[in-house]
């Protein structure tokens, strides 16, 4: 299989459009677009696709984050943090345009993310993020873009993920984690694209 995006290309930085924050004083909010991507190659049994993007390099403790005169150390243990699920993409689906699933940042997170007929979308990490604050804090479903800390020393990678399955549906209910995506997938994936794109909110280290 092969994925594609015509806002950025692998292992090369991802537009601020797409993202949640975008550099300001030190940040501010950004666009927040889901990106073009497009995928083609599934092999002969595909009856659905299974789309995901996750950052891998997020700080695993929150001491330093995003606070003036320090720094995240690069040494420090990473874990993931979640953007996009979405499962039981129909086997037509090939495509999706710039901003097709989110094109701005709801406070809250959004009820009903848009996605191709039949799609069920899971739950990403800004749910936890944000939780305990008192504008934001809600369920965040669908696609919510890049926002690195400011101070981190490290450029985040954003692992954009296609699977072709060979079932048509999951059996996942809106809000699903990515645990229970892993789950429903296991043994029913016939292939994988992959498209990494690079992010960072710190001048100081360019994406």
């Not at 939780?131 to 479903?141: F, K, N, P, R, S």
Request: hydrophobic content about 35%.
């Amino acid at each position: 299989m092969q994925l594609r995006s015509d806002n950025f290309q692998h292992g090369k930085p991802i537009p601020p459009t797409l993202a949640f924050a975008k550099l300001g004083k030190p940040v501010a909010l950004s666009d927040n677009r889901s990106p073009h991507l497009a995928w083609k190659d599934a092999p002969q049994g595909t009856q659905s696709f299974v789309l995901t993007c996750i950052d891998t390099d997020v700080p695993s403790k929150p001491d330093d984050v995003n606070k003036e005169g320090r720094t995240v150390p690069a040494d420090l243990p990473r874990v993931e943090f979640v953007h996009w699920l979405m499962a039981n993409i129909p086997v037509e689906c090939g495509e999706l345009t710039e901003g097709a699933c989110s094109d701005d940042i709801t406070p809250r997170g959004k009820r009903q993310p848009y996605g191709p007929p039949g799609n069920v979308q899971g739950v990403n990490s800004y749910t936890d993020w944000f939780a305990g604050d008192v504008q934001m804090e809600g369920t965040y479903l669908g696609y919510d873009g890049p926002c690195p800390p400011w101070n981190d020393s490290l450029v985040h990678h954003y692992h954009f993920r296609v699977y072709a399955l060979d079932v048509p549906r999951l059996p996942l209910e809106e809000g699903f984690s990515l645990e229970e995506l892993r789950a429903a997938m296991a043994g029913h994936v016939l292939s994988e694209a992959l498209l990494t794109g690079t992010y960072s909110l710190n001048p100081n280290v360019p994406a």
